[in-house]
């Protein structure tokens, strides 16, 4: 039977092609592809027919190392594996143009339709769509068949596995788009054929252009309408324009409409995300919609002032930032719009206002849904770790597919161009000036970043964007924990002029190690192999309050807000496990850091003492943290009221010094009162004298952040 779908009156039919693929992990003695002499639907193809039991039925999204990689140091399959699907168009489909849109394969891939190549794509991250057509037998069953690799190459960025793994597989959703042969374009960079900017916003009034990118696959000039409306959020029209155009049967060709709107809603982010509706149809001279495509408008200007942080539409927002890898415990980077939701949801409960999606393009869901929901946004590629000279053609592809497929999303405000790669310095240098350039050429409105892994701001591969984000874990990989401020402040001494974001800082912890004591020196070569939660909470809050306290700085963000394979690392008593997050890998537990951020940054109301899981003690007098936004707590030990309480780096921090312990169990009840309202939080220590102490005695480090 051939997959229908209702014909929709906007013409375009988009299905989800996602469900009964089969799939093959390889290595393969020889490939397929080329020793297959046979018609691939044979049983006879090397491959093997559709009922050979060796091929496994998937649904996408679907990666073949949810588990290897994340549970073993360099022991996981990166290589070649095929996923193949039959497909019979409808009759009605004759005249058509058919496209596969893959949106995420990793990391490359070969699409052939009945034996025949019909296209390849270099990138694990980005989008791509495949025209076949041509290559169709309509009314017929037709093999799909998709060739990924997730080995590394040299000349397609990322060039290794180290700084986070690359998942093999078709691990995001694939789609079957289905237009007329005149219609919005598909295939430009797998973008949506839209690009709406915008300039001279303000509560009066925006200016808005929409250039809209058009095809005509007939053999005659075609008079067509190009009709676009804005939409407010509850339907009603804000604007709509028609514009009568001739399509030329040669060439993609683009058509301009520039709207004005008066006193528009504007996009102000967490505050208020509002959102317009673009829709954009293509009409032909019956009247009939031959396609129609919608996006997402956010009006909003966003600049920083030097020294005064970032303003949205003239008001100044705090930039409370933190880092996202996409993957998580045994489901690997084939994550669902649940586990995206849950992710936001943490992100948004904990207070932050903004979220470097790290190191590569994420999900389109998600830089959907963080329009909606009001973060800030900073997209990247993953130019990461290490220089070939061979990768600069795929991280240009690479850095145009994520502008142009990501475009109108209000949530970006930064485009980032590489993170801690280094040698050869003018190399390295000139191709991050390239991308900077590249990046404005497609999209003037938005800034550039790139990040450095050494403290000095004027290392030969700095100041080639617009920004400068600079990598630091004093206390960690380098130096002492309190060496973060003395640095803060000679940046605003020496470059009081530029525009530089802490791009990363933090500390490992593992939630199984706990420890009382801690010195000013992380374990972070695994030397003791612990990675104690003590020792990052005690960073997080010395690290917090120099920053809060920095106001040159355009923006921090903390690595990582999730715990996240490291398949090529072991240390800390996890293997293939970097454990900086504030939320564990299977974001069952909110880390003690979590709960001090959240203190911070949040307007709900916190009070939460340290050490919950620190529970077997072996100092009779001891010291309690508490983080409360609430005002002075009160604690209390087994009933006890302990009234001295210190000022920490924060207001929200106050610290218990000499508190007594009794032998066994202990009650620990902290209380505070608000608005009315009496708020509580207990924990249960255990002391016991016998108990030892750990070790946390370990010798500074001069070396400077270039890893993990």
């Known amino acids: ?107 490359t891939a070969h699409v052939y339709i009945n034996g025949q190549f019909a296209g390849k794509h270099e990138g694990g991250y980005p989008a791509f769509a495949v025209e076949i057509s041509s290559l169709l037998n309509v009314g017929k069953p037709n093999e799909i068949l998709v060739k990924v690799n997730n080995a590394s190459r040299p000349d397609v960025i990322p060039v290794n596995h180290n700084l986070f793994g690359v998942y093999g597989g078709m691990y995001r959703p694939v789609s079957l788009i289905i237009t007329e042969k005149v219609h919005i374009a598909v295939t430009d960079h797998a973008s949506p054929g839209l690009y709406i900017s915008q300039k001279e916003v303000s509560r009066k009034s925006a200016t808005i252009n929409i250039r809209t990118k058009l095809e005509n696959k007939y053999n005659h000039p075609l008079p067509m309408r190009l009709v676009t409306t804005i939409y407010e959020s509850d339907g009603r029209i804000k604007d709509k324009q028609q514009t009568n155009i001739i399509l030329s049967p040669q060439g993609r060709q683009t058509a301009e409409q520039q709207f004005t709107l008066r006193h528009p809603h504007l996009w102000q982010g967490l505050e208020d995300p509002y959102l317009y509706r673009v829709v954009t149809q293509l009409v032909d001279h019956q009247d009939r919609i031959t396609d129609e495509v919608t996006q997402p408008l956010g009006v909003r200007h966003i600049r920083f002032k030097k020294g005064d942080g970032l303003y ?44 470097r999606l790290a190191h590569y393009q994420q999900a389109e869901y998600v830089y959907a849904k963080c329009d909606s929901i009001g973060f800030l946004v900073w997209a990247e590629i993953p130019f990461v770790n290490r220089v070939t000279t061979h990768e600069a053609d795929n991280a240009r592809r690479q850095l145009t597919e994520l502008i142009r497929q990501n475009y109108n999303h209000p949530s970006i405000y930064v485009w980032g161009l590489h993170n801690e790669v280094y040698i050869p310095h003018n190399y390295t240098a000139e191709i991050t000036a390239e991308l900077h350039d590249l990046a404005k050429s497609e999209d003037p409105g938005r800034y550039t970043v790139a990040v450095n892994g050494y403290g000095d701001a004027g290392h030969p591969v700095n100041m080639q964007a617009d920004i400068q984000g600079i990598n630091r874990y004093f206390g960690w990989y380098e130096r002492k924990t309190q060496d973060l401020k003395p640095w803060l402040e000679s940046l605003e001494r020496d470059y009081p002029h530029h525009l530089i974001i802490l791009a990363e800082y933090g500390a490992e912890a593992n939630i199984d190690q706990q420890d009382e004591q801690t010195g000013e020196v992380g374990d972070c070569c695994g030397f003791t192999n612990s990675y104690n939660e003590t020792f990052a909470t005690r960073l997080h809050e010395k690290h917090w309050g120099y920053i809060a306290h920095s106001p040159h700085l355009a923006a921090s963000y903390i690595w990582n807000m999730f715990d996240f394979c490291t398949p090529m690392a072991a240390q800390g008593g996890v293997e293939a496990r970097n454990m900086k997050g504030l939320v564990t890998f299977d974001r069952k537990t909110k880390k003690d850091p979590f709960y001090w951020y959240k203190a911070n940054w949040s307007k709900e109301p916190v009070l939460y003492i340290t050490g919950r899981r620190n529970t077997e003690r072996y100092q009779a007098v001891t010291t309690v943290n508490v983080y409360s936004n609430l005002g002075q707590p009160v604690l209390f030990v087994n009933g006890q009221e302990i009234k001295s309480a210190q000022k920490g780096t924060t207001p929200v921090h106050y610290i218990f010094e000499n508190v007594n312990l009794a032998v066994g169990k202990n009650t620990l009840e902290v209380k505070a009162k608000y608005n009315g309202i009496t708020y509580q939080d207990q924990i249960i220590w255990f002391y016991h004298p016998e108990n030892k102490a750990g070790n946390q005695t370990l010798t500074e480090r001069e070396k400077e952040h270039s890893g993990l």
């Open 1 to 107: 039977m051939p997959d229908e779908a209702p014909e929709p009156a906007s013409g375009r039919i988009t299905i989800p092609f996602n469900d009964n693929w089969l799939f093959k992990k390889g290595p393969f003695e020889h490939d397929p592809v080329l020793a297959a002499a046979t018609p691939f639907l044979s049983d006879q193809s090397i491959l093997g027919g559709f009922g050979d039991p060796a091929w496994e039925t998937v649904t996408i999204p679907h990666t073949w190392n949810a588990t290897d990689m994340q549970t073993e140091k360099n022991s996981f399959y990166a290589g070649e594996a095929y996923y193949r699907k039959s497909y019979t168009p409808a009759l009605t489909h004759k005249d058509k143009r058919i496209f596969l849109r893959f949106e995420g394969v990793a990391s």
């Open 312 to 355: 949205l539409n003239e008001q100044k927002v705090p930039m409370y930032g933190v880092c996202r890898h996409q993957d998580r415990w045994q489901v690997g980077s084939a994550l669902t719009h649940a586990h995206h939701d849950e992710d936001l949801a943490l992100i948004r409960e904990m207070g932050a206002t903004t979220i």
